[in-house]
């Protein structure tokens, strides 16, 4: 039986703070922090393949992008934050696993206004597998739903719009599934907790709009894979009864990869052809 996973903050290793290499026990922010109270840190997650982060300008260039949508400017650059995570990844030798980039605002205030606060950045790697332990993953429909636009900034990828998520995948996991279905705020479906969903119908590939989810690299990048094997892609409000209308569904994310879905409440679905020529697909182009 394999022991306790090791706590994060105690790990050999060095993390990149602030433009420098610390020891990884070494890398702390203060309780007072602006972030923690209001929940206005970015952050990423990026997978590490043959020694090398997958599209990790993208990435880089997704968490400066969130930081302005939450009114703030990182003090580096896209290029910086590429070489610090090369730097990150080289020093820790990992060939492959998780890289977790993060953004926040200092202890320099503590009332809702963040004026006058410091950015502080941190890059972090670690080995990580796979997010799922089963082939094919059990859903449940949360009560939580994905909130209008005009009340997040959905394109954010903001540590504060992930607390719904963690509250609908500890139900989802106490209920005996791996992760849960949410809908937004008109009732439309939206995406799993972390990662972004395919509905395969008539032999097309549905996915919600982006208006109340992150478009998720990965998402991006199936979407690519598909269209050049001649899968037509949909990109379209989709309601709960459409379930009924998919063959196969499958989940798109850095952690996931791409994740079939085997049941979503007592509907069930198989892992079929489209989801297990994008796996294969997928796969091969994060190893080229």
């Known amino acids: 039986m394999a022991g306790p996973a090791l706590p994060m903050d105690d790990r050999d290793g060095v993390i990149w703070y602030n433009g420098a290499l610390v020891p990884w026990r070494e890398a702390k922010a203060h309780v007072l922090v602006h972030s923690l109270h209001y929940g206005n840190s970015v952050f990423e997650g990026e997978r590490i393949y043959n020694g090398k982060v997958f599209k990790l300008t993208e990435h880089s260039q997704r968490l400066v992008k969130s930081a302005k949508m ?3 400017d990182l003090p580096y650059s896209v290029e910086e934050l590429d070489n610090a995570t090369k730097l990150v990844v080289s020093e820790n030798k990992l060939d492959s696993g998780y890289v977790r980039p993060l ?8 009332g809702v206004s963040a004026i006058g606060t410091k950015i502080h950045v941190m890059i972090a790697a670690f080995p990580w597998g796979a997010y799922y332990g089963q082939k094919a993953i059990k859903l449940i429909t949360s009560r939580w739903k994905r909130p209008s636009p005009e ?6 990828k903001a540590a504060g719009l992930y607390i719904i998520c963690t509250l609908a995948k500890d139900e989802a996991l106490a209920a005996g599934v791996q992760d849960a279905l949410m809908h ?12 972004n969903l ?3 119908i008539n032999g097309e590939l549905h996915t919600p709009t982006t208006e109340t989810i992150l478009n998720g690299i990965t998402r991006l990048t199936v979407m690519d894979l598909a269209r050049k094997r001649g899968i037509k892609v949909v990109e379209r409000e989709i309601w ?6 998919a063959s196969e569904v499958f989940l798109t994310g850095t952690a996931v990869e791409v994740q079939p879905v085997s049941t979503i409440d007592k509907q069930e679905f198989e892992v079929g052809p489209i989801t ?3 796996i294969a697909d997928y796969s091969a182009l994060v190893r080229s």
Request: no cysteine; hydrophobic share 40%; charged share 15%.
């Open 276 to 278: 297990q020529q994008l």
């Open 198 to 200: 395919f509905l395969v």
């Open 70 to 72: 939450l009114a703030y």
């Open 151 to 156: 009340s997040s900034p959905a394109g954010s």
């Open 103 to 110: 953004a926040w605002r200092g202890a320099e205030v503590i």
């Open 240 to 245: 709960p009864n459409e379930l009924a209308n």
């Open 184 to 195: 937004d705020y008109k009732g439309r479906l939206s995406e799993a907790t972390g990662a």
